[in-house]
């Protein structure tokens, strides 16, 4: 299957959403009143676009339209697909990598059920296929099952895990992976943190003692800090972006479970709302419906081109 096409099967209820309700605006030869452009708006928010970038793309389709720039509802549906692969492009950068002989470590942060301890693993399945040594860092060590569930990936994919005893400090387990993956000279070292709300003050605070650790031990690491995103969860996303991003100097999103959603669009608020870049998205339950996050295969996937 081609990356294409786990983008457009992994949206298609997103797809599904948006193609009957653009469908049913410009339907006709009627010209488009100030309604129609309020219910565009209001399509686009709800599929989780957001409303910053839902009236940047309404503004942007009013415009063109006032100055008889769209005649049809594919101009329309262009329109639309240029300003979310602009809004997606914006700020852009590549993930930031070590030197190299020395690891690239990714901080995985995020609330429970948001799938950050399985996308952890299946990031050590693409990193270690791509020929690269890959360390986990157990770090939930409040939840057993994260730890098994945890090494049964680091079997699956070949990647080395770095574990302790149930309730141990975090901390420690972060210190003990940061040393090894510089000893043992790894490519990557990917930490998996216990699930936490945005609104456990103490549970946020251990995150940022987890992070001074590994750059005591590694001056400049963590390279990466990631949040792990349900897609699916709307305007909680955004409160959780903004307040993880105060206590571990988030980097990036991992936007997960986009294939069980018609709220694709959280991709597009987020980014419009902080400017963190999204790196990967989960659209499917294997390892490879996890993909590197291409803006223009997101756009034309969400327009069924």
Not at 75 to 101: F, K, Q, S, Y
Not at 244 to 264: I, N, P, Y
Request: aromatic share 8%; hydrophobic share 40%; proline share 3%.
């Amino acid at each position: 299957m081609s990356v294409f096409s786990i983008f457009k099967n992994g949206l298609q209820k997103t797809t599904t959403a948006v193609s009957r309700a653009f469908s049913s605006l410009v339907t006709g030869e009627k010209a488009w009143s100030e309604e129609n452009f309020e219910d565009l708006e209001a399509l686009l928010i709800t599929a989780d676009f957001g409303v910053s970038a839902s009236r940047k793309i309404v503004d942007d389709i009013r415009d063109r339209y006032q100055r008889g720039l769209i005649q049809t509802s594919d101009d329309i549906r262009g329109i639309a697909r240029a300003d979310i692969i602009e809004i997606m492009c914006r700020n852009n950068r590549p993930v930031n990598l070590a030197p190299p002989g020395k690891p690239t470590v990714i901080l995985m942060v995020g609330v429970n059920g948001s799938g950050k301890t399985t996308t952890t693993g299946k990031l050590a399945w693409i990193f270690q296929n791509q020929g690269k040594k890959v360390i986990l860092a157990a770090c939930d060590t409040f939840r057993a099952a994260a730890v098994d569930q945890l090494k049964l990936w680091g079997e699956r994919s070949g990647a080395q895990v770095i574990a302790a005893a149930p309730n141990a400090d975090p901390s420690s387990v972060a210190f003990d992976a940061t040393k090894a993956a510089l000893a043992r000279q790894a490519d990557y070292l990917i930490i998996d943190t216990a699930g936490r709300q945005q609104n456990r003050k103490s549970l946020m605070d251990e995150l940022g003692k987890i992070h001074r650790t590994i750059d005591k031990v590694y001056p400049g690491a963590p390279q990466e800090v990631w949040l792990t995103v349900d897609a699916s969860l709307g305007g909680n996303a955004v409160s959780q972006a903004r307040e993880f991003s105060k206590v571990s100097g988030l980097t990036g999103l991992v936007l997960t479970k986009l294939d069980g959603s018609g709220k694709g669009g959280m991709a597009v608020a987020l980014h419009q709302e902080f400017g963190f870049n999204v790196y990967y998205i989960g659209l499917g339950e294997r390892p490879e419906d996890l993909q590197v996050f291409d803006p223009e295969f997101y756009a034309a996937a969400l327009f069924d081109e």
